[in-house]
């Protein structure tokens, strides 16, 4: 098929977003020596709304993309242990060793979308900055490339690629060009997200990452340049608090965390090293993390990363997701993406090997974003499971880091046996408890049948989600 384009300059591929899903795809691209432009509106570095808690899966991925180098250059003290904590119950796990790696960091988006963007360039692709997508080009009924903005001289240009990649982030504009942007199923967060930076002041110490757990969770991060991050999930009807009164939403967060009061005192704002991170000293927060997926791929067009799935951040594993399936989309187009028919086969294949592998980790995050304090009575239980784990064989940080699939590490035998020991415990409203339970297990079971039927582009609802109508 002859590709006729709307203007006369042309590549292979054109990726609109160069932060991790637009890079991960450009990299693998660019090294089989296909042409890639990627279009980036930010001008590099630049920080973005997102933590950046990156554990084995995550840390594997930057490896496998040529990327890690350059971030361990940043310095981040390498993470080896985690303390959780409810109530009074404490479990310490090391951080399991996975495809090679056995510690997590915690850098900053401008040195970590840094790091990609320098590896993207190397590798060969075009990163253009200060360049906003704003239509998609057809040839027939197949996108065939992008006009886009450049800040530079406020100047329109065509660009036309055999493939267009979305790149762009949860509120995708490619999506909508492609026709795709209302997501075919949703669950609506109920956490918020609140975090600020601050001087490290036991910068010295073994690094570990703290995620303590109430009716808020709390996760402290050590960070490189003695800096670290102190994160939050309330409520999401909270977050309007913390924008109004941040002071007290901090003092109200500390006051249900002693262990996180214990790693904080001392701590200072630490502006020059924020400054020198390109992090702001406020506190940021966020509200809206609508869980979604959208369709993804079709002729001649796929969305990357936030673009195409999003998933509630309580668990930490958008970046890995968006770094695993953009790479992978990037290999696949590689080897394809001269036969027009083929590339379509193939990018469709490439949704549901991602669906497949993200499904898990939906649901989970979807039943994480919740508090229901009932189940933290079962929950602390199995905190307290774990405080032996040879018996059982794993971690309960497997599933952070990607070892082993939530519902692996969190079984039904392991489950039904914390929740009797929570109905035995005195003043536990045994009935509604168990209504709770009935709720989790009808969640397990759509979980384990959607894995098994693999269900392409699934419009569930399921159990776990809450359904909302999202535009994009
Ligand atoms: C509060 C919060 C906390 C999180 N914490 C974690 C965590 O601890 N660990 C983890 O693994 N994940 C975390 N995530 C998820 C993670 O941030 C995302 O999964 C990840 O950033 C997705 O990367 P992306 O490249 O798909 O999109 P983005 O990082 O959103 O990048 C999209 C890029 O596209 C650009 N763009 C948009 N429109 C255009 C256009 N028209 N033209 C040109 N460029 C455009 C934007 O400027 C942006 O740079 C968190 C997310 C949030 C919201």
Redesign the pocket.
């Known amino acids: 098929m002859e590709f006729r384009t709307a203007s006369r300059e042309a590549v292979d591929v054109v990726i609109?977003?160069?932060?991790?899903?637009?890079c991960a795809v450009a990299i693998p691209l660019a090294r089989a020596g296909r042409s890639v432009v990627v279009?980036?509106?930010?001008r590099f570095p630049s920080n973005?709304?997102?933590?950046?808690?990156?554990f084995p899966g995550?840390v594997a991925e930057l490896d496998a993309l040529g990327a890690l180098g350059r971030v361990l250059a940043c310095e981040p003290p390498l993470g080896r242990r985690f303390d959780f904590h409810l109530g009074d119950v404490h479990l310490v796990e090391p951080v399991p060793s996975h495809l090679g790696f056995d510690y997590g960091i915690c850098v900053g988006r401008p040195q970590l979308d840094m790091a990609l963007v320098e590896t993207a360039r190397d590798a060969g692709a075009e990163v253009r900055e200060g360049?906003?997508?704003t239509e998609v080009v057809h040839a027939g009924s197949r996108v065939a490339g992008v006009r886009?903005t450049r800040a530079s001289d406020g100047r329109e240009v065509s660009l036309g690629a055999r493939l267009v990649v979305g790149?762009?982030?949860?509120y995708s504009?490619m999506a909508e060009f492609f026709g795709v942007g209302r997501p075919y199923r949703t669950s609506r967060n109920l956490r918020g997200?609140a975090w600020r930076y601050m001087s490290d002041p036991r910068r010295d110490e073994p690094a570990r990452f703290i995620i303590s757990r109430g009716r808020t969770v709390a996760m402290v991060g050590p960070m490189p340049a003695g800096l670290m991050i102190v994160a939050t999930m309330p409520p999401v009807s909270d977050i309007g608090w913390w924008r109004k009164d941040a002071n007290a939403a901090w003092a109200a967060m500390l006051a249900e965390h002693p262990v996180v009061v214990e790693r904080v005192v001392g701590a200072t704002v630490g502006e020059d090293e924020l400054e020198a991170c390109g992090l702001p000293a406020s506190v940021l927060s966020?509200s809206r993390?609508t869980s979604f997926f959208r369709a993804s791929t079709g002729a001649g067009w796929a969305l990357?990363?936030?673009?195409g799935h999003?998933k509630d951040?309580t668990v930490?594993?958008?970046?890995?997701?968006?770094l695993r399936h953009g790479r992978l989309l990037g290999e696949i187009a590689a080897s394809c993406i001269d036969v027009p028919w083929e590339l379509d086969r193939s990018l469709a294949g490439w949704e549901m090997q991602r669906d497949r592998d993200c499904i898990s980790s939906y649901h989970w995050a979807n039943r994480e974003s919740r508090f229901i304090p009932e189940l933290d009575v079962v929950f602390g239980k199995v905190l307290k499971s774990f405080q032996t784990p040879a018996r059982d064989g794993g971690l309960l940080a497997d599933a952070l880091c990607r070892k082993r699939r939530p519902e692996q590490v969190l079984d039904p035998r392991r489950s039904a046996r914390c929740l009797l020991q929570a109905l035995a415990e005195p003043g536990v409203d045994r009935r509604r408890l168990l209504g709770i339970a009935a709720g989790e297990a009808r969640a397990e079971i759509d979980l384990r049948l959607e894995r098994r039927s693999h269900g392409f582009r699934n419009r569930g609802p399921t159990a776990s989600e809450r359904p909302e109508a999202v535009s994009s």
């Open positions: 609109v977003g160069g932060r991790v899903a637009g279009l980036e509106r930010a973005t709304l997102s933590t950046h808690g990156l995550h360049c906003t997508a886009y790149a762009d982030g949860r504009r997200f966020c993390l990357a990363g936030d673009a999003f951040p930490a594993q958008g970046i890995r997701d968006a």
